[in-house]
């Protein structure tokens, strides 16, 4: 009988359809569980199970929440359950120790909002999610960080647990085959352009959440000083921002640069986007795991220009894959936007330097892999202890180490 592993996340669960379905086709029965549409899972014939959770504070509805997860593992029975993001890091031990489950795996992808914002709210509630994280852990086989500084950080403050361990991009990885196919089958750039109203110009393109944390407003102020230098060049914001409830920019502060800022709201195609881009912007101001956007910017060879938060730095190595610039200076983003426009052929030594990277490390094989040897590890540990024979061994090397490459170090190394 196949080990059974059980997904849990929120409502972009879906990006992680590729890596749940290598896992699948390693031999693993796989089912998932999110906050989000259930028709990307339907469509590749794997089990969805929809609980709804308020990303924002909101203790009411975070115990209803952990009610239906508990209900959730109840019925599934896993033999593992791993699970992605802030609060299902959270709600999946807590729901899983009401149940008597023994192999949870928690996934920390960043620090999010509440060690993000300097806010009294997010102050007050930094020792709240420490504890939640303590008591957490105790119910928590293994915890997955995507980058040394965060493990590093939850051991400090007594969060891991059992086992802590880095596999880069642990998220789920990047499906470079599916990525690579995207980009060919990509309808031509002039029909975007066209349908955009993009015409010639230079594009910069950002894509992520429209919120202050993402460094939106320090980007709207670089696009102004871009414009004034080279008013040619136009903005792609691509991402939400009606869903993002009180840390979304406004409309109207978008609108004041409408003459060079095109805001698209979400899209779903994004590859194709990546191929008009001349330069990708990430101004991110948030203590996130390893972006997802800046992954695909470099499998899609735009070159980068980034904050230096952590999370960024796994993936840009200032002026060998990328140009990173301080959070919170949007004159530097500027500057750095205009760099990569005057000088073309440095901004694509730097972008092949970046895909290079991001095939060697963050590949969906590579992380695939890491995580078939944590869970042998976790299945033969719960066998022995229950007394059975090991049912299954997955196959991989040892993953409790990311693989290393003749790269520059990382910002903070």
């Known amino acids: 009988m196949s080990p059974h592993v059980l997904y849990v996340g929120s409502e972009d669960h879906h990006l992680r ?3 749940m379905l290598a896992v699948r086709d390693s031999g693993f029965e796989v089912t998932a569980a999110g906050s989000g549409d259930s028709s990307p899972f339907e469509r590749v014939g794997l089990p969805f199970h929809r609980f709804h959770f308020d990303r924002f504070i909101s203790p009411r509805s975070d ?20 699970g992605y993001d802030t609060k299902p890091c959270l709600f999946l031990p807590l729901a899983g120790r009401a149940v008597g489950h023994p192999g949870i795996v ?3 992808c960043g620090r999010a909002w509440v060690y993000s914002s300097r806010s009294p709210l997010a102050l007050a509630a930094r020792p709240v999610y420490r504890a939640l994280h303590r008591l957490a852990a105790r119910s928590t086989a293994a915890t997955v960080f995507e980058m040394d500084d965060d493990h590093a950080f939850f051991e400090r403050y007594g969060m891991t647990g059992n086992r802590g361990l880095v596999i880069s991009a642990g998220g789920g990885g990047l499906d470079v085959a599916g990525i690579t196919r995207s980009l060919s089958n990509s309808p031509p750039p002039n029909q975007l352009r066209a349908e955009l109203g993009l015409g010639a110009s230079p594009i910069i393109i950002t894509v992520t959440r429209m919120t202050r944390h993402k460094g939106i407003p320090a980007l709207l102020k670089a696009a102004a000083l871009v414009h004034r230098a080279r008013p040619d060049v136009k903005f792609l914001l691509v ?10 920019v406004t409309q109207v502060e978008i609108d004041q640069h409408s003459g060079y800022v095109i805001a698209t709201g979400p899209r779903s195609d994004v590859p194709a986007l990546l191929r008009l881009a001349d330069v990708f912007a990430f101004p991110t101001e948030y203590r996130e795991g390893v ?3 800046l992954l695909e910017a470099s499998l899609a060879a735009v070159p980068i220009v980034s904050t230096s938060m952590p999370g960024c730095c796994e993936v840009v190595r200032d002026g060998w894959s990328g140009l990173l610039v301080p959070p919170h200076a949007p004159d530097l983003l500027a500057k750095r936007i205009i760099e990569l426009l005057s000088d073309p052929a ?3 030594t730097m972008a ?7 095939k060697e490390k963050f590949s969906l094989t590579a992380i695939v892999a890491q995580h078939m040897a944590l869970y042998s590890k976790l299945l033969a540990e719960s066998y022995q202890s229950s007394g059975a024979r090991t049912q299954h061994t997955a196959p991989g090397p040892d993953g409790e180490n990311s693989p290393s490459g003749a790269y520059p170090e990382r910002c903070g190394s």
């Open 63 to 82: 115990w209803t929440a952990i009610k239906r997860l508990s209900t959730i593992v109840r019925e599934v029975r896993p033999d593992l359950a791993q």
């Open 106 to 108: 928690r996934t920390i």
């Open 291 to 293: 972006p997802r956007a």
């Open 239 to 248: 991402g939400p921002r009606e869903s993002e409830g009180p840390l979304a």
């Open 346 to 348: 440095r901004a694509q």
């Open 17 to 19: 359809i590729p890596f």
């Open 352 to 358: 092949a330097n970046a895909a290079a990277l991001v």
